[in-house]
């Protein structure tokens, strides 16, 4: 969203909002993001018409979107060693997204986050663009916040706010860049009018909290904007009706996201929706735990349910219908979805005058909601949890729902555990009581399966999609299976899996 200009002062390039941050570390060659399912080769194709893919097509796709990164030892990386991510898509276009980036500004920070998004990618992409600006900004000390915006009135060289840790694979689309720069600054310009400064222990628990809520807000104000200032029953630009950053095309999508900024050894998870973060914490024994520092926003969780209906008295038949918000909606906090937040009387103006914007958004969000009767019922308030990170927390597990729904949150955690430290290839094999040969045999079988897939995947992600689509229910890959799995056309991969983003935070030796 945001590139630097250390060396671009004049007010042209503070329009287009190049300065707040780093240039990304980004490998020289770009690629973009691989659909396994559809759109590969005409090779790929074939092979799929016939039922075929070799291994090697297996790991060219699992692999396709893969990243690492090491950090550089020393306080600017506040504890985090490093990451690994990978992005399976099902969806097409992808409607999950990425980011993680280091603060520069304030008390520093490391941040990641995953967002997946629903109703079409448009606001999954926008809140990864923009989300890290605002908590940086709701972060910084206003001393540091009346500097930058002395020197952006100035037209001066200002101290970025982010180094991005771009992944390869990350979709360019225009980002509205004069929009996303104003609504920034006027965020930053209200602190600064409205704010004393002062000392908080909880300051980086308000800050997510303010961030998430701005802008949210701020995405709802700049649609109202542009359905104020465009014309109706015609697209005002070309082409604008049909943009995946079109202000309309962003609020009527949605998203959710689970954040987490590390500073000096604590962190705060900050989730919206049914995306998780789960540590892992290895034990004096050297065992698994799973801990989770995340409570999933649906109907599942019985604390949820009961405040969405609470929230809405009078209407405890209509409010959630069949797990679903206003039967429609799964999750019950997201950023975007302004069909669940608008008065009733703004939404029928949209549906009502702005056909061109329905026609380019899901079909699933072209009708009003059913019994809307006292809006809004979707909330972007996010649950912090703030944890001091300690010897025996090895790692932390960032991932949309598409890997929930296939593994168990101890699984995965035991996963990743055991692919960092080989186990598998350390770990006798005792016999018990009773064990017959084939039941030695079957042990030696998992084992060797186990041992195959970690000198298969450097990446823990991939390790993971690997296992969650490939599980053959001891423990071990089924290639055949997962071949099947990622030899399914767009059409029906939907059915069986959702999109699939994971990032792995390594926080210390194991």
């Known amino acids: 969203m945001l590139g630097r200009t250390s060396f671009l002062t004049g007010r042209c390039r503070l329009q287009q909002c190049c300065f707040l941050s780093l240039p990304p570390r980004r490998p ?189 807000y701020d995405l709802s104000v700049e649609a109202q904007v542009h359905l104020s200032l465009t014309s109706p029953r015609r697209v005002s630009l070309p082409g604008e009706g049909l943009s995946v950053t079109s202000p309309l095309r962003v609020a009527l999508s949605g998203c959710t996201a689970c954040v987490v900024h590390i500073s000096n050894s604590v962190l705060h998870v900050a989730n919206l929706g049914d995306s998780r973060a789960v540590l892992g914490v290895q034990e004096a024994d050297g065992s698994w735990s799973a801990i989770n520092l995340t409570n999933d926003h649906n109907a599942q969780n019985p604390e949820e349910l009961q405040r969405i209906l609470g929230a809405h008295p009078a209407e405890q038949r209509t409010v959630v219908r069949h797990d679903r918000l206003l039967g429609l909606l799964l999750p019950f906090r997201a950023f975007g979805d302004v069909r669940f937040k608008w008065s009733a009387e703004m939404l029928s103006r949209v549906y009502e005058t702005r056909p061109d914007v329905l026609s380019a958004v899901s079909e699933a969000v072209r009708t009003m909601p059913p019994h809307y009767l006292t809006p809004p019922y979707l909330s972007a308030e996010p649950e912090i949890t703030q944890h001091c990170v300690g010897p025996a927390d090895k790692f932390l597990v960032l991932a949309t729902d598409g890997l929930w729904e296939l593994m168990h949150r101890q699984t995965v955690i035991q996963l990743v ?69 990622l030899s399914l056309p767009v059409d029906l991969a939907r059915r069986y899996r959702d999109d699939i983003t994971i990032t792995i935070i390594h926080l210390n030796e194991i």
């Open 28 to 216: 020289p060659e770009l690629h973009r993001l691989h659909y396994p399912a559809g759109s590969g080769s005409w090779k790929l194709r074939a092979e799929q018409e016939a039922g075929q893919i070799s291994s090697a097509q297996v790991d060219r796709i699992l692999k396709a979107n893969e990243y690492s990164l090491t950090l550089p030892r020393g306080p600017a990386s506040h504890g985090v060693l490093g990451f690994h991510s990978n992005m399976l898509p099902s969806n097409l276009p992808c409607e999950d997204r990425q980011s993680s980036a280091t603060c520069l500004a304030g008390r520093g920070g490391v941040l990641f986050g995953v967002f997946d998004g629903h109703a079409g990618l448009a606001c999954a992409h926008a809140v990864s663009q923009r989300l890290f600006y605002y908590i940086a900004v709701a972060a910084l000390p206003l001393r540091t916040l009346a500097e930058l915006e002395r020197a952006v009135e100035e037209e001066r060289a200002v101290t970025p706010l982010l180094e991005w840790h771009k992944y390869p694979q990350d979709l360019s689309y225009p980002d509205g860049g004069v929009t996303s720069f104003h609504s920034l600054r006027n965020y930053w310009q209200e602190r600064l009018e409205t704010e004393e400064e002062e000392e908080d222990d909880n300051r980086m628990t308000s800050a997510l909290v303010n961030a998430f809520h701005r802008l949210d």
């Open 417 to 485: 555990g055991d692919q960092l430290t080989g186990l598998q290839q350390q770990r006798p094999i005792i016999p018990g009581e009773g064990t017959t040969l084939g039941g030695l045999q079957r042990l030696l079988l998992e084992r060797r399966g186990r041992v195959l897939s970690v000198l298969e995947d450097q990446n823990t992600a991939t390790h993971l999609i690997r296992h969650a689509l490939g599980d053959d229910g001891y423990g071990a890959v089924a290639p055949n299976r997962l071949a099947k799995m």
